[in-house]
């Protein structure tokens, strides 16, 4: 059920946080394995650069994945999620995401959470913008306020990030203060300063 722009607009005015799926959201689905069996996982550096900057304008990001990987740690440290701002090895999203609106002190109605399958539909039903990349599988497609032009891991939370700034009125400042002098004030305020987004 993907909206008109203007309906759109109005829900991504109403997001106080973001909350996203690790595979197929973050990454392109892919599962990698290094010859010790060590998971591997492919992140965006334009996807992370976007979290960063939500971040750092007082929108929260959080994650939600029904898989537990080393990697998706070392990536939301990185970033400086917050621990209690992630879930991972999630077996009934419902109620986790009910749990990370809690934790954000919001209700359901101002959260957006990005899933791509099956899994995803209980939280996606929940939340006030229903979020998916292009890639998703259908049944998740059909039911998303949003379907990103992006597939997972390539865009698709960027998409995401800046339609809730810029609904917001604050993507153009965003933009004029890195023309004017590099990083807005708090960009790498929210955690320890990483090497790239």
Not at 21 to 37: F, I, M, N, Q, R
Not at 183 to 190: A, D, I, L, V
């Amino acid at each position: 059920m993907p909206l008109q722009a203007e309906e759109l607009a109005a829900r991504a005015r109403a997001v106080r946080a973001i909350v996203l799926d690790v595979d197929g959201v973050l990454t392109d689905a892919t599962l990698v394995y290094g010859p010790k069996g060590e998971a591997l996982k492919r992140f965006s550096a334009r996807d992370g650069f976007a979290i960063k900057t939500a971040m750092s304008e007082g929108l929260p990001v959080a994650i939600l994945s029904g898989r537990l990987a080393p990697p998706v740690r070392a990536r939301v440290t990185d970033l400086a999620i917050p621990p209690e701002l992630v879930i991972q090895g999630s077996r009934d999203k419902r109620s986790d995401i009910t749990v990370l609106a809690g934790n954000l002190g919001l209700d359901l109605s101002e959260i957006s959470f990005m899933g791509d399958d099956l899994p995803d539909l209980p939280a996606l039903a929940l939340v006030g913008l229903a979020a998916c990349p292009a890639d998703a599988v259908a049944e998740v497609t059909q039911r998303c306020h949003l379907v990103s032009a992006f597939p997972g891991g390539r865009g698709a939370v960027r998409e995401l990030i800046e339609l809730v700034l810029r609904s917001q009125g604050r993507w153009e400042r965003l933009v004029s203060a890195w023309v004017a002098s590099g990083p807005p004030s708090g960009f790498y305020s929210s955690g320890r300063r990483s090497r790239s987004a």
